[in-house]
């Protein structure tokens, strides 16, 4: 199995994580595309449509954008060096970090991804379910959504099939198994979509009323649409102290980080945009409802489908390539659980997927029960919120607690402008906190 030295300054790791030799991606291409598949997923298919939508169209699509720029890059970078430096997830990067509090903070990670992945793999099993409809004849039915998701039992097959994929494709390892996976299901991706967005454009006063839609009104921007806008931006690149911290464990010393965290963000924003032309065009020019929440998916683009010439071809290349892409993200999640029991309980990398696997179907039932309550709450409480809370402690944790000569050493940076340095150390951990508080104030007003 290949595997990397570590890379990180002495005194960085436990004792445990110097000796023990750990598999690494390999490097350029193959990276790349590992980090940016976690990343895409359904935050940006599933998810950044409906945030879209929700939280004021084109105003928010230019905020997320300036913000991935100032935030999500940055902490993307402290990510991957973070996990690098250290050789382990979340739990024990935190902990040779020697930030205060460490083993909570980590635990407070461990509980976050695994409730985002219960709720997570819900969505991405009725993905699956739709692409299977889809090429039996029945995708574009009026009403399956609600069908598919009004019985427990009913949603569970998919969900088996989900979890089973992800578990399999992980004990296959780093290279065989997630990059393996990662190298043909990305450029399949962004071909699908390409053919989709063509589609899309060229339905009847689809360009003009998209040039409409994409007007932003500022007025409507508040403190809860930036908290949106930074939770799509840190959900979207896989950020939270955790999917990227496990993968950053796993690059090897050849990998720049600074260029393969700018790489991730552009093809995610790539892959951002994609969704949205594939989407917003189509219900804007069958005058559907762009504010319909998280199922705009499952309700909107079946009855886009069902209006297009060739429909149901469609239905299917659309679906079975958000299924692909979206698995890649729920095995990142799997994967930082699984570490974390492999790394510091002293399991076989077996028993750790089977445990996990049997907590996940526990864990899922309530988001399959009360899909539009519990998935909607669930996604501002552990996506919105909770991610950027653990992106912000993972910065912290290297620029506060490595300090400024072993954090850069631990990035593969020579050096940094001061008011670069500034703004990392100070200016992302306040804002984080700020948009926090403020965007929670201004929803539990409001509501």
Not at 4 to 12: E, L, V
Not at 93 to 116: D, N, Q
Not at 328 to 344: I, K, Q
Request: net charge positive.
């Amino acid at each position: 199995m290949p595997t990397g030295p570590d890379s990180g300054p002495p005194g960085s790791a436990s004792p445990a994580a110097v000796s023990r030799p750990r598999e690494t991606f390999a490097a350029g291409w193959g990276t790349l595309v590992a980090t940016a598949g976690v990343a895409i997923g359904l935050g940006n298919v599933w998810r950044f449509p409906y945030m879209m939508g929700s939280y004021g169209g084109a105003a928010f699509l230019i905020l997320y954008l300036v913000l991935v720029v100032a935030f999500g890059i940055p902490a993307l970078v402290c990510e991957q060096a973070l996990g690098r430096a250290t050789r382990r997830g979340p739990l024990g990067a935190l902990r040779a970090a020697g930030l205060p509090a460490a083993s909570l903070w980590g635990a407070l990670l461990l509980v976050t991804v695994t409730m985002a992945a219960s709720y997570y793999g819900v969505v991405v099993a009725w993905v699956l379910d739709f692409a299977a409809l889809s090429a039996l004849g029945r995708g574009t039915e009026p009403g399956l959504h609600a069908e598919l998701t009004a019985s427990v039992v009913r949603q569970s097959p998919g969900l088996l099939v989900t979890v089973g994929a992800c578990c399999l494709t992980l004990h296959l390892g780093v290279r065989r198994g997630i990059q393996a996976l990662s190298r043909w299901v990305l450029p399949l991706f962004f071909l699908l979509f390409l053919v989709l967005i063509g589609r899309s454009l060229t339905l009847p006063n689809a360009v003009p009323r998209l040039l409409t839609y994409l007007t932003p009104h500022w007025g409507e921007v508040d403190a809860e649409v930036v908290l949106a806008a930074l939770g799509q931006a840190f959900f979207s690149l896989a950020l939270g102290g955790t999917f990227m911290v496990i993968y950053g464990s796993y690059l090897s010393p050849q990998t720049r980080i600074a260029r393969n965290a700018a790489a991730t963000a552009f093809t995610d924003a790539a892959a951002a945009l994609l969704a949205a032309l594939a989407v917003v065009p189509a219900v804007l020019a069958l005058g559907l409802n762009m504010q319909r929440g998280p199922s705009l998916l499952f309700e909107v683009m079946p009855e886009v489908f069902r209006r297009m010439p060739l429909g149901s071809a469609f239905a299917v290349l659309f679906f079975l390539s958000v299924f692909l892409v979206a698995l890649l993200s729920l095995m990142a999640a799997y994967e930082v659980v699984v570490a974390a029991l492999v790394d510091h309980a002293g399991w076989s990398r077996g028993r750790a997927l089977g445990a996990l696997a049997a907590v996940q179907l526990v864990l899922s039932v309530p988001a399959m029960a009360s899909p539009e309550v519990y998935v909607g709450w669930s996604d501002f409480v552990w996506g919105s919120t909770l991610q950027v809370v653990g992106g912000g402690v993972t910065v912290v944790a290297l620029v506060w607690s490595f300090g400024r000569a072993r954090a850069l050493k631990a990035a593969g940076l020579d050096r940094l402008q001061p008011a670069l340095w500034i703004w990392v150390r100070w200016g992302i951990p306040v804002g984080i906190l700020a948009t926090l508080l403020y965007g929670w104030w201004e929803r539990l007003r409001g509501s």
